[in-house]
């Protein structure tokens, strides 16, 4: 039987080369721990914001700005990138990242807790085509709601690390007690994503599991 592990690193060897760079950022990110999307993950992004060509695009958690560059070298030539970090190591980085790659003006860095950002945005009547969330797992379900008013019909949410690992699927016995708020969190967004009456959603295991809801 083919395993999956075997899949996915055929799937590896199919990728292309990546920009230089986001070659670069991306070797400084693993020398400093600093969790970025996966190739496979990047892949699939980079084709939904090909589909949708969104005009405005938030992200919720930036790091140093991979997967913001990532969607930005995709995006329409009159669109512009809004995204949130909290981590004031990680913003400096990635502000110096946007600016080098020459993104300095289309991708905006909110500093700070995106759920105000986010709460904020949904009271001004803010809206954006494309959302993807990345940041603060067990803060998801919470957030949902807001993400929600964010999106005009047609707009797209996209969640990365839904499957966290594979562990989704067990049983929340089986999950160390640290772990057990992201776990049921995880969990109860996913269900939230399926049974919302205005939106439909994929659970894609990509990655480390990527959703994809589309308001209607
Ligand atoms: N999207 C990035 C990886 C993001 S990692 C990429 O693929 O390149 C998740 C980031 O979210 C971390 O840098 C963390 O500091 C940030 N984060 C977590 N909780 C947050 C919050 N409540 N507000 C803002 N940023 C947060
Ligand atoms: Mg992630």
């Known amino acids: 039987m083919i395993t999956e592990e075997k899949l996915v690193k055929f799937i590896?060897?199919?990728?292309?080369?990546?920009s230089p760079a986001l070659e670069k950022i991306?070797?400084?990110?693993?020398?400093?721990?600093?969790?970025?999307?996966r190739d496979e993950?990047?892949?699939?992004?980079?084709?939904?914001?090909?589909?949708?060509?969104?005009?405005?695009?938030?992200?919720?958690g930036t790091a140093v700005g991979y997967s913001a560059l990532t969607m930005a070298?995709?995006?329409?030539?009159?669109?512009?990138?809004?995204t949130i970090e909290n981590y004031p190591e990680r913003i400096m980085r990635a502000r110096r990242n946007f600016t080098e790659t020459g993104y300095g003006s289309r991708i905006h860095l909110?500093?700070?807790?995106?759920?105000?950002?986010?709460?904020?945005?949904?009271?001004?009547?803010?809206k954006f085509d494309l959302i993807f969330l990345d940041a603060a797992k067990a803060q998801?379900?919470?957030?949902?709601?807001?993400?929600?008013?964010?999106?005009?019909?047609?707009?797209?949410?996209?969640?990365d690390n839904v499957l966290q690992g594979g562990s989704i699927a067990e049983s929340r016995f089986q999950i160390e007690r640290?772990?057990?708020?992201?776990?049921?969190?995880?969990?109860?967004?996913?269900?939230r994503l399926k049974h919302e009456e205005g939106?439909?959603?994929?659970?894609?295991?990509?990655?480390?599991?990527?959703?994809?809801?589309?308001?209607?």
């Open 41 to 60: 993950t990047a892949a699939l992004l980079k084709c939904f914001i090909r589909m949708k060509k969104p005009k405005r695009i938030l992200e919720i």
């Open 199 to 216: 939106l439909e959603s994929a659970v894609i295991p990509i990655g480390d599991g990527l959703s994809v809801s589309v308001k209607k």
């Open 12 to 18: 590896h060897s199919l990728e292309p080369d990546r």
């Open 140 to 159: 998801y379900p919470l957030w949902l709601p807001e993400l929600l008013r964010l999106l005009p019909a047609g707009g797209v949410l996209l969640s």
């Open 73 to 82: 070298e995709c995006m329409p030539s009159d669109g512009a990138l809004w």
């Open 110 to 126: 909110l500093e700070g807790d995106a759920g105000g950002w986010i709460r904020s945005y949904a009271e001004q009547g803010e």
């Open 26 to 37: 991306r070797r400084e990110a693993s020398a400093a721990a600093v969790p970025i999307i």
């Open 178 to 191: 640290r772990e057990r708020t992201i776990h049921s969190r995880m969990r109860e967004y996913l269900f």
